[in-house]
């Protein structure tokens, strides 16, 4: 799936409920839990960092 069908906001909904700073395996697993697609949550595991401060920084390495 590409990337580039999500939003921030879709994002933003996904990660919903994760206790941050966290790790991208938390940030994923969270984002699996909240029903993000496959393609977003391989995006996470793929991220360049090991540990997310917020949401934001999420965001930022998805590039959106």
């Given amino acids: 799936m590409d990337i580039g ?4 906001g879709d994002v933003r909904k996904y990660l919903e409920g994760i206790n941050f700073p966290a790790s991208k395996d938390e940030v994923a697993s969270g984002a699996e839990s909240n029903g993000a697609p496959q393609g977003l949550v391989e995006q996470i595991k793929n991220a360049a960092k090991d540990k997310f401060q917020n949401q934001q920084e999420v965001i930022s390495q998805l590039g959106l």
């Fill in 5 to 8: 069908k999500f939003n921030p």
